[in-house]
Structure formats: C-alpha cells, structure tokens
C-alpha cells in the first residue's frame, strides 16, 4: 500500500476538479504544483485590493447547469457580463458584431438596413472563391468591418498580415442582428467574487498541496508515494519531448498599476488597428466592479512561442495535431496515469469543458 492513491500534478482546475471528486469518495490525494501557488492559469492575485488574472482574462460562461451548480459550491459568481468594445483609432465599436456596431459604423437603424449594407458590400467585392483570410473576412461581412475591425487584430494575433492567412481560419463570423453587446452565448456567465484562486483553494480544502515541486524532475521518489498519477502538464514534457515538441501561441502580459481610478470604462477593450502592437488593454477591476483608488491595467500582445515560454493555445494544424496523436497512443498505454487539462490533452479548454472532462473522468474512475 502505497501513502496515497493519487498523485496529483498540476493544481490547476483540472486537478483541483479531479481532486476535489476522489476526496468525497475517501480517496487520499497529493496534489503538487511546479509553480509557487495553486489554479494554474485561472489563478488571480490581489494587487492593490485588485484580483489580478495574471494568465490572462478568464470569464466564467456555461450552458451546463451541472457545472455551473459546481463550481457554485466553490464561489459566488458576481453578474458580470463580457461586453467587449472595439478601439480603432479612437473610434469606439461594440463587440461582437451587433446592430450597436453598425449603427456607429453606418447609422443604420434597422436589421433591415444592416443586412443590406453587408450584402452591398459583399457584392461589391464580388469574391467568389476566397482565397485567403481577408477576402474570406470580406466575402462574410464587407469591407468596412473588414478593415476596422478584423485586419488589424487578426494580423497582430497571428504576427502575419490576412493577405499571407489561410481562409479557412475564419469559417464563419458572428453577426448578431440585434442590440445585444453579450459576447457569449451561454445561459450562466459570472467571475467568482474573490478571485478564482479562491475558488480553488475550496476545492482543495482538505487535500495536501505541495507548491515548487516538478514532477519530471523527480518521478520516481513522487510515483513511489501514489497508487496511480493524474499528470495535467505538458503530454510532450512527460514523455521527454521523444517524439518533438508540440507547438504553442504564445501571449506576453504588459501590466501596469495606473494612479487612475478608472483607466477606459471596461474589462476588454481591444485594439483593432494594426499600428497599436497590443491586441488588447485589460482593466482588471471592472471584472468585480472594483471602487478601489487605484487601476491594474495588463497590456496583450501576440507573441511566437519558444520551448520555455508560458504555454497559452495549442496550434491546431495538422502537423501538430498529428504529432499530438502519436503522443496520445502512448499516453493511452501508460501504466497507471491519467492524462488530463489542457496540456495534458494538447487541446484549447474553456474553464466549464475542462470541469465537465474532469468531472467525467473521475466519475468513470473512482465508480
Ligand atoms: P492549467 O491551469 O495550466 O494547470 C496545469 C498545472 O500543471 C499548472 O499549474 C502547471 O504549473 C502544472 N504543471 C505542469 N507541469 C508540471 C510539472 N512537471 N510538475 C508539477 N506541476 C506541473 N477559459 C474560460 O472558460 N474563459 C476564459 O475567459 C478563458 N480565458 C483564457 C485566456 C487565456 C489567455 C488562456 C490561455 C486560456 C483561457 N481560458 C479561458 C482557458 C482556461 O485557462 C483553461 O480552461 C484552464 O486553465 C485549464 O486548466 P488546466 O488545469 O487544464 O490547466
């Protein structure tokens, strides 16, 4: 009898989900974690009485009753709501595409009239067989959201202009014929009121946690301690990168106190034009409705990942997904792991799938 059943690694939700299930079921757990503190990349951090998103901005939004009931055992979630607005150049337009964006864009009033201003603009550029992203871009919504709104952000998010980016990238876009500035169609939305590392840390009450400790660089000692290991860092990193390494995009965080109590008047403002060399201006407090004095503002900008760089979104082409089904046959015949989250599975997660993935696999393990 080894001291635990479960070895943990990675406190983030994955592992506080999956630990959270084996505790209820008398399962003992060690949940360690490489990084100084727990919930991995949804962790926040309270600078000047602000929950900072130090990974970037994570909005909690579901349509599963189940997972939002569950991680409302952990957490209030405040009202919050993510209505994004655009900055081109000092022009302001709201987010997703809506009648509010194209009355500010053409003075249409109507659905009527916003429906036929993009279809005069689709005719106009007469483009049949797109290929590229911009004239896929054009061909969905015209030119003018084209160019004020897509070009320039979506140029700077994959560091290449639309003219050198596949068409397929963008399928289809959203565009809503309605006054609605609600970026996400989901039934539950909210931010835990505290921050999410304190949603977390409920999930792992109860549960020991070692923080600064990394897996791969003493498996032996740590297997030795548990019955069977649930690892949610990188497939890759595990299997010691044999077969190469799997590929990232990267983001850098700029942030920034600011003696201001109210830096721009929204959460997420992003920066359409291709000149400003962030995509984006986060102001933290407006997640929570802050009144503090002061402002955290984090600045986003693109960026190409290196091996050791943050990991932020799997590239889903086909090299790399083809690479990534190597890894998984022999992460599938492993002895007595179970690889999970977003590294684990190489694949880009929102908070609710990820829980919902956990969840289902610690039901169909501890049963
Ligand atoms: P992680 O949070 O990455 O946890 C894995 C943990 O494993 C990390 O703490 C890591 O330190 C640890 N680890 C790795 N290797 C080792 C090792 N060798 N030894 C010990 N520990 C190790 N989702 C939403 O629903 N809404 C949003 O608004 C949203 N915004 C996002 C914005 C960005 C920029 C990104 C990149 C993602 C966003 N997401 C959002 C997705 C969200 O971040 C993920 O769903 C979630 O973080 C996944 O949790 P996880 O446990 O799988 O991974």
Redesign the pocket.
Known sequence: MKQYDYLI????????VFAQEAKKAGKKCLV????SHI????YTEPVEGINVHR???????TNNKAVWQYVNQFAEFNRYTNSPVANYHGEIYNLPFNMNTFNKMWGVVTPAEAKAKIEEQKKEAGITDPQNLEEQAISLVGTDIYEKLIKGYTGKQWGRPCTELPAFIIKRLPVRFTYDDNYFNALYQGIPNGGYTAMVEKMLDGTEVRLN?????DRENLNALAEKVVY???VD?YFGYKLGALQYRS?RFETEVLDTDNYQGNAVVNYTDAETPYTRIIEHKHFEFGTQPKTVISREYSAEWKKGDEP??PVNDEKNGALYAEYKKLADVEPDVIF?????EYK???????IEVALDVAAKELA
Do not use: C, E, Q, S
């Open positions: 690694v990675g406190a983030g939700l994955y592992g506080a360690i974690d490489k990084r919930a991995g990349n949804i990974y970037g901005a994570h909005i909690f939004h400790v990394d897996y791969l660089a949610t860092g990188p990193a983001v932020y979104y999970g989250g977003r590294l684990g880009y997660y929102d908070m609710d799938k990820v």
